[in-house]
């Protein structure tokens, strides 16, 4: 075996993770014959003493249908502010430093982190810290920039509009307003792409402030046309004109990272208040990220991890792999993390769905 390298899974899980794992182990192994380690619970297992495996070609064997990710994964673990318990309070400490030894003790040549926003900020800047690095896109959220598509987000979509399909049957025979709340904290991608494929009647999503009154309206327009029930769907970040997000728990309360949570039950209270109206929330939550990936997902998540191993092979640090249009390509991981990729509330999807009638929350005019 000439080359290590090593791999890890970092931020919230997301389904076809197992495929890049798997992606990476069978090219680097089978046409290469490099030896691959996995980093366990994303940059958490490269603090303190490494925690990591060998991935041989029996370790991704039957992982291409599960969900999750068999190295574990973390969204609390960024090394350069590294939550540490001290005397009963928690401070935030930069380990970089000694995530860079790790990493160099382990003998490895470059490191694959698979992650969203997070943590491709961090590879970014360990890669700067000389940690060879190579990113792969990854969250259901769909809202990293530099790749037409992050894996993980067709699954998401895919869940979110059978559960829209089943809860019409429902809200149809109740006459009920059922509002959906789906994932989605800065990028309403979920909610209006699942919410056109299921038919949604309102779609609330956090590029587009909403006005109550507009909401209620649509929803009374469609019952004076006849359909005595209304689906809305809320992605978890949208909220109010002039008002703010829900949120659980604040960044400080929840070690750097805000929690939201609480939109859709907002929304069913202010419909069933001002319309009179008998309201049901279903929170898809964690639903969304769970379980077998899609067949695109297993297919684009072998794709990057194929091509996360070409990168490393040509030497190509600090790149991440990308999808333009039907080709796998690559771009500086910089060009993923400096923004995101949010819904344009001018472009062809959201006028789509308005021709189509859908109520995005948009005050009347
Ligand atoms: O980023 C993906 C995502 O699913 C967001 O939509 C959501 O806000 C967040 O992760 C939830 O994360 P956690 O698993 O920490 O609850």
New binding site residues.
Partial sequence: MSRTIAILTGG?DCPGLNAVIRGVVRSATLTRDWRVIGIEDGFDGLVGTPRWRELTLASVRGILPRGGTILGTS?RGNPLAYPVEENGETRLVDLSDQVVKNFHDLGVEALIAVG?DGTLKIARALQEKGVPMVGVPK???NDLRGTDVTFGYNTAVNIVTEALDRLHSTAESHQRVMVVEV???DAGWIGLEAGLAGSADVILIPEIPFDMTAVCDAIEARKARGSKFSIVVAA?GAFPIAGQKVVQLTGSENLG?E??GGVGAFVADEISRLLHVETRVVVLG?VQ?GGTPSPFDRILGSRFGVKAVELIEQKRYGRMVSLQGRQVSDVDIIDAVDSLNLVDPDGDLVRTAEALGVMLGRAAA
């Fill in positions: 919230g969204n969203g969250t259901i959220d994932m989605g904290r978890e990272v929690r939201l964690h990220r």
